[in-house]
């Protein structure tokens, strides 16, 4: 990461300059402190929260990401600093978590009151990141699209990063039966410590056949997949009637190098997918793009995020933090992300 140049705003950036590893991805730029508008407020950010979208972004296989250079980020915790014209529910000095539409990578932050999330005392700056982004969309997916019910077959992959950790306490306080996937025994053991009945390293056994003969004649109600691919497809083939999967990412997309030929790999393995055949077998597929919530269906998101605070206050949900590495270390909190080396969230302090 290169230093910053001389001062000449009082706003700082980890501003995307490049595709490809973090070491040079990232340049920490001083740029004019934007104004909020209408309906929105200027935050003085101290910790913002990484996504594995931010990983797909910096390497190029996100489409949604504006053109470089871009600064990244979904959410960040601070305190209001100016109110936009319109603002009344909020005052200068609150202290907020704020979901972004990109921008979070910066010590201010301008985003719309909409999304916020005003924080009380005892939620530490450090934990509330997680509940933004990652639990609103397992909240989304888990609860709003879906019901889960008690005695439900539930398979939950990448059950360690933040999402899949959200998921597992949902699926519990629901009272369903748990199946998680991960890629080490490290955290086959944080699997289990959060309550998964059935932790499977899909490094070491075909996941689909160790699930298959755990149920016996038995079939999945539920899957959720942040993965896609050929995990999508064989996590569908095991569903029973009323089965339903959620697919809310592609993450199997950043271990290639995104050429026509891997774009074409990624397709088949998802296999082809026809309305008479989800009929016959009484399946759903359901895609889930908190970006598209947010742009389009705010409310579902503000619905959402009331639904996560008022159970994280409950102590329903109970977010795991990875490590909060210091803006200087953005490039090996990115590393450790994309490397799968993290369990629960990644947070940057500034």
Known sequence: MKNARKRKTNMRALVLVKEGAAEQAFDLQELPTPKPGKGKVLIAVSHFGLNYADVMSRLGLYNDRPALPVILGYEAVGVIKELGEGVTEYAIGDRVLAFTHFGGYADHVVTPALGL??????????IAPALATQYCTAWYAACMMMNLNAGDKVLIHAAAGGVGTALVQIAKWKGCEVFGTVGSDK??????????????NYRKVDFAEKIAAMLNNDRLDVAFDPVGGSTFKRSLQLLGSGGRI??????????????????????????????????????????????RIGENK????????????????????????DNVYSYKELAEAHTALEKRNTIGKVVVAW
């Not at 998802?270 to 793009?289: A, T």
């Not at 579902?300 to 409950?314: D, G, I, N, T």
């Open 117 to 126: 999330v005003k924080l009380t005392d005892d939620v530490p700056s450090e």
């Open 187 to 200: 955290k086959m053991d944080y699997l289990k410590s959060i309550g998964v009945d059935h932790a499977i």
């Open 246 to 291: 959620v697919t809310f990412g592609a993450s199997e997309w950043s271990s290639t190098k995104g050429g026509f030929i891997d774009k074409l790999k990624l397709a088949f393995g998802f296999g082809f997918l026809h309305p008479i055949g989800l009929l016959m077998k009484s399946r759903s597929v359901i895609g889930v793009n908190m970006l």
């Open 298 to 321: 705010p409310e579902y998101l503000a619905q959402a995020k009331r639904e996560v605070f008022a159970h994280f206050q409950s102590g329903v949900l109970k977010p795991t933090i």
